[in-house]
């Protein structure tokens, strides 16, 4: 007997609630009563009934049906719910609930979570950047110094990874200083170099120019281009 209630127990339709939902509905601003509210009207929306009445709702929740009326109505209110109409075969209209307002909300917040927690690594990474830069130098960094390196990052785009390969060029060369630094990132950046596999390919193509280019002699006046060697990674 046992086992027939539970084969067909197991045989009925189940609702599927979504993780995301369970770990993030109290985020969303949703009190436990009105997340039980939402699932009982997706479940009666799966069974085919689209506008579940308050009398119905209660009947599965421990609220009064004036209660269940009061509650679907803050869920509309607050964009949770929405009601909308629709005509059948016939062309009789009809309302309808739609949950379509709750994943709405849902997906705005993992993606304001995501775009956090893209900017709480971008600043991690940014002020790892201005270390290593104080470290190279042996002392702070000015203002003007500060301000040109956030530029590097916030105007023209370079990525922490290439600034550090740029300071790396400059240490080798032995010009530490902004002005160098700044020329190995325009070279770079007017190449297309993006990638420390770029960069590197880029510094062994000049280095052959140079060689081919090294018994002429530069023109008075010429402003030489830097010759940029590359360090390995330490």
Known sequence: MQERILLKWAAQKQLTV???LLQ???EMGLKENELVAILQVQTYIEAGNEFPTPDLISERMNLSVSECADLLGRLVRRRFLSLERKSDEQGIVYECYSLEPLWLKLIDLLKGETLRAQEEDQNQLEGQLFKRFE???GRPLSPIEAETLSMWLD??????????????????????NFRYIDRILFEWKRN???????????????RKYNQVKKQEKPRAGADSYPGFGWLEQR
Request: aromatic share 6%.
């Open 18 to 20: 979504p993780t995301l």
């Open 24 to 26: 993030h509905y109290a």
């Open 135 to 137: 470290e190279e130098f």
């Open 155 to 176: 105007e023209d785009r370079h990525s922490p990874t290439l600034i550090v390969a740029a300071l790396r060029e400059a240490v080798v060369s032995g010009k530490v």
């Open 192 to 206: 297309g170099v993006t990638s420390l596999e770029q960069a590197k390919l880029h510094g062994e193509k000049f």
